[in-house]
Every structure is written in structure tokens, then in C-alpha cells.
T-cell receptor, first 111, second 114 residues
């Protein structure tokens, strides 16, 4: 399946600063999902976006799906130490059970 | 509902040995997917089972195999272990949301091959 590229690979922020990670594809995606993996943990589903230009919010997290459905972003406002972890984007390419994951953005937050 | 349960959580093997990992999906879920996670390659799809049938397989050698039982529990097996098989092996239940599969992962089985 087509890869999705995530940038940046790493992000170090001071607590209270904002954070954004981007997910880019060269082809149009039917959907985009975001997962969070805490250090030592396993990926946990955050959200799915399916519509062009869709924006969804979860408290301090804002997720966007681009108009062309080729990119997505996750923005965290006023980061907290609980936001530490790796954020993955992925999409369901249509093959049973096979989600294509980006390499993730690892976020560290300095108190 | 109980989540996805994987056993064992940690194991150490030596090269050439084989290993079997177990996964119990969320009660009532019939689809089980397996992923390998390594620092270098990230999350890579291994295979997916539904009602005891393998519906999809990722790009892994034949040393990696799996099966699913009638109670939806799944096992994966890796034979002739290599150092590069050291990884976190994640099992997931999947459910459909807006036409796409959404995954609920277990805690994983961390395999170290010496």
C-alpha cells in the first residue's frame, strides 16, 4: 500500500507550548486515523476522519483532514506531560485488517 | 467488555528457536490482526483472521504463521527465530467505522531474540 509520511519524526516542547504533527500522502486517501502510543504502551485509537476538509476536536486536540484528502494534521494546544508519546497516522487501504501506518511523531514534553 | 489480551507479555528466545504468541480479542469480535513493531520499520501488518480464515497477509517470510480458533482466539508462530525478529508483536481486534477498520490493540508481546 501507499506510504504515509509523518513529520516531524521527533518534537521536544516545553509544557504549555503547542504541538503539531503532519501526515502526508501522495495519493488520495479514503480515510485517516490517528493513534497514540505512550512510552512502553500500545497504540490507542484517537479518531478517524473521512470527509474532505473535516475538522474534529477532542479537548485540546484538533484533527484536520485536507481538502484534497492527501494530508492530515494533529494539533495539541498547551501541551501537558500527559501528552507524551508517539502519535501515528494511518489509513485503511481496503485490504482486510491491513492499516498502513506512518512512522510516527515522538513527542516529549519538558515540565 | 474485556479488552484484547495477549500472552506472554515478555519472552526471550535464542536464534533458531520457535515461539508461539496468543491473543484473545474483544468478546464478540471475530476479526484479529497481527502487527510487528520495531524501532526501524515501525508498525507492519503481519496477517488478519476472520472466523478462522486468514483473509490477508503482509509481506513477511513463511516463518511467520498464524491461526484462529472457533472461539476467535488467535495464535501466531515464528519458527527459526532470527535476531531481527526481536520486536513488539501486537494483536488487535478490529471493528468497522464509516467503512474502515478501526483497531483496538492488546498490550503486546515483547520478543527478544538472543
Amino acid at each position: 500500500g501507499q506510504q504515509v509520511m509523518q513529520i516531524p519524526q521527533y518534537q521536544h516542547v516545553q509544557e504549555g507550548e503547542d504541538f503539531t504533527t503532519y501526515c502526508n500522502s501522495s495519493t488520495t486517501l479514503s480515510n485517516i486515523q490517528w493513534y497514540k502510543q505512550r512510552p512502553g504502551g500500545h497504540p490507542v485509537f484517537l479518531i478517524q476522519l473521512v470527509k474532505s476538509g473535516e475538522v474534529k476536536k477532542q479537548k485540546r486536540l484538533t484533527f484536520q483532514f485536507g481538502e484534497a484528502k492527501k494530508n492530515s494534521s494533529l494539533h495539541i494546544t498547551a501541551t501537558q506531560t500527559t501528552d507524551v508519546g508517539t502519535y501515528f497516522c494511518c489509513y485503511d487501504g481496503g485490504s482486510q485488517g491491513n492499516l498502513i501506518f506512518g512512522k510516527g511523531t515522538k513527542l516529549s514534553v519538558k515540565p | 467488555k474485556a479488552g484484547v489480551t495477549q500472552t506472554p507479555r515478555y519472552l526471550i528466545k535464542t536464534r533458531g528457536q520457535q515461539v508461539t504468541l496468543s491473543c484473545s480479542p474483544i468478546s464478540g469480535h471475530r476479526s484479529v490482526s497481527w502487527y510487528q513493531q520495531t524501532p526501524g520499520q515501525g508498525l507492519q501488518f503481519l496477517f488478519e483472521y476472520f472466523s478462522e480464515t486468514q483473509r490477508n497477509k503482509g509481506n513477511f517470510p513463511g516463518r511467520f504463521s498464524g491461526r484462529q480458533f472457533s472461539n476467535s482466539r488467535s495464535e501466531m508462530n515464528v519458527s527459526t527465530l532470527e535476531l531481527g525478529d526481536s520486536a513488539l508483536y501486537l494483536c488487535a481486534s478490529s471493528f468497522r467505522v464509516s467503512g474502515a477498520n478501526v483497531l483496538t490493540f492488546g498490550a503486546g508481546s515483547r520478543l527478544t531474540v538472543l
